[in-house]
């Protein structure tokens, strides 16, 4: 313990006597830490349970089934719609599923701007969602004022807006609650809900409308215990139902099922497998972290070139291999935790400045989505910030402890006779 501080109050010694290693080392261990816990960060925001999106782990997206012909010389192509039928006989008794709200996707949605006003007021621009009575099972928002859709509301002229948009159209603390406004008929308020951030994309809205037509996308929640391989076996006789229904027997019907961690990872695009988005997803990890590392090592090396001879000396007069290369890694982790305070200051600047960039790089929805907001639980999580540091400890201590090695084989005399 005693010799552990000792190398504590020589690398703070060292830091200031050479501050310009000191200075690169910590930047370029901030860089490494900063641009992964953004990465991180991203990703936590995008597949951690919090709300509304409280069940992301139970989660499945079944989009339209791809109609396959048995000649195999054709293109596959995806069904348009689940009618209403089809969910009702179909999909809402599956044994597997919790709760299933028929939707439609995001990147459908996005893609125009919808507006809504109230009388003579100025149009509001809004995200317009056409959701049904489950999307409120699925999703937990907070209402502030009146109830969620019930399923016999598929037909009616009425709403649910968030608090932000009623404030614009009625005014501040004021429950609009049974007022109509206009977007894109005249719509009777039902309900008012706490605004959510558009990070949690699968569930942001802010003008709801009760879904009367099908859907091209079922969201369905797990059951406690049942995996989505139980969901898929279900899923196929669904498939076979519908072949035998089309009585078209050049085809067949192909699910397509995306629990929700693989369609965010994905970044939007339809990647087959795990094994697809995990090599979609290396370049990233190899250029923020091993890169860095390779720069390092080769700072760490240089230095332990010029600090051969005092190894040299110390060697002379007993001191242990051993001994040197531990004085020699405690050195660089006290610059990687500097580096890490570094880091996570620069994070919180990136995450917060180009938070619609950043947040939205691995979505492929329209740009009409607003500006997203960052709750405290997004911007700092320390599990990330730990794991994101203990990646970077192993790295900095792998690009330290190896040169520093190779360094301290060399013999006694040859290290004192290098020139400084």
Not at 151 to 160: E, G, K, N, T, Y
Request: charged letters at 20%; hydrophobic letters at 45%; aromatic letters at 10%.
């Amino acid at each position: 313990m005693n010799k552990l501080l000792l190398y504590v109050r020589q690398a703070l010694h060292m830091m200031k006597e050479e501050r310009l290693f000191s200075g690169i080392y910590i930047a370029g261990t901030a860089l490494a830490i900063a641009f992964t816990m953004v990465i991180a960060v991203v990703y936590y925001a995008k597949l951690a349970d919090i709300e509304p999106e409280v069940n992301r782990s139970r989660t499945v997206y079944v989009l339209p089934m791809l109609e396959i012909p048995k000649n195999g010389y054709e293109l596959k192509e995806p069904t348009n719609f689940y009618s209403l039928n089809e969910m009702k006989e179909w999909f809402y008794p599956m044994k597997s599923a919790e709760v299933i709200s028929a939707s439609i996707k995001i990147s459908d949605f996005f893609r125009d701007k919808a507006y809504a006003w109230y009388k003579d007021s100025k149009p509001v621009p809004v995200v317009e969602r056409l959701v049904d009575a489950n999307f409120f099972k699925v999703y937990h928002f907070h209402f502030v004022y009146g109830r969620p859709f019930a399923p016999a509301d598929s037909l009616s002229p009425i709403c649910i807006i968030s608090r932000d948009i009623s404030e614009q159209l009625f005014g501040k603390e004021v429950n609009p609650v049974g007022k109509v406004l206009t977007a894109t008929t005249d719509l009777r308020v039902v309900g008012v809900i706490e605004p959510t951030s558009s990070i949690a994309e699968q569930s942001f809205g802010q003008l709801f409308i009760p879904q009367s037509d099908g859907a091209n996308m079922m969201t369905i929640v797990l059951k406690e215990g049942c995996s989505v391989a139980d969901l898929e076996k279900e899923l196929e006789e669904i498939a076979h139902k519908r072949s035998v229904s089309s009585k078209n027997l050049d085809y067949s019907f192909e699910n397509r099922i995306w629990p929700h961690a693989q369609l965010q990872l994905s970044g939007g695009r339809e990647l087959s497998s795990w094994k697809d988005i995990l090599l979609a997803l290396f370049p990233q990890v190899f250029v923020l972290l091993l890169v860095p590392a390779l720069n390092l090592s080769g700072l760490v090396a240089a230095r332990m070139k010029r600090r051969l001879p005092e190894m040299g000396v110390r060697k002379a007069f007993g001191a242990k291999r051993r001994e040197l290369l531990h004085q020699v890694i405690t050195e660089n982790l006290v610059l990687t935790l500097w580096g890490g305070i570094v880091g996570l200051v620069i994070t919180w600047l990136l995450l917060y400045v180009f938070r619609s960039w950043v947040f939205f790089a691995v979505s492929n929805h329209a740009t009409t989505m607003p500006e997203p907001t960052i709750e405290g639980e997004m911007l700092f999580s320390p599990l990330i910030f730990l794991i994101a540091l203990a990646v970077c400890l192993i790295v900095n201590l792998m690009s330290a402890a190896i040169p520093a090695w190779l360094s301290l084989r060399n013999p006694i005399v040859e290290s004192m006779n290098q020139k400084k």
